[in-house]
């Protein structure tokens, strides 16, 4: 009973930008910690980032200092901003929520569809 919805990936040159967005509905009583997971074609899916209820971050590394996670609480939504993005950024990047859902009251996950960046000259 909820849904996530993710938009803003697609095709840029090395260097360049995106903003990934991951908005949530449904029955949500509260958001306690959403992740920004990628799978590279023939790799494991991993970790990339994640902004917890209290606003602490953590990046995987090899994004960190170009990647940013925020979030708009009254949207319910989280963002990826990449920047200096590089060939091997290249992946599905799927976002994951742990969430209070009405009526269970109980902590709950959820995977986004996952939405394609490419980047490549």
């Known amino acids: 009973q909820v849904q996530l919805v993710e938009s803003g990936g697609g095709w840029v040159q090395p260097g360049g930008s995106l903003r990934l967005s991951c908005a949530a509905s449904?029955?949500?009583?509260?958001?306690?910690?959403v992740g920004w997971y990628r799978q590279a074609p023939g790799k494991e899916r991993e970790f990339v980032a994640t902004?917890?209820?209290?606003?602490?971050?953590n990046y995987v590394d090899s994004v960190k200092g170009r990647f940013t996670i925020s979030r708009d609480n009254a949207k319910n939504t989280v963002y990826l901003q990449m920047n200096g993005l590089k060939p091997e950024d290249t992946a599905v990047y799927y976002c994951n929520v742990d969430v209070i859902t009405l009526g269970t009251w109980r902590m709950n996950n959820y995977w986004g569809q996952g939405t394609q960046v490419t980047v490549s000259s």
């Open positions: 902004i917890t209820s209290d606003g602490s971050t």
């Open positions: 449904g029955s949500i009583f509260s958001i306690k910690a």
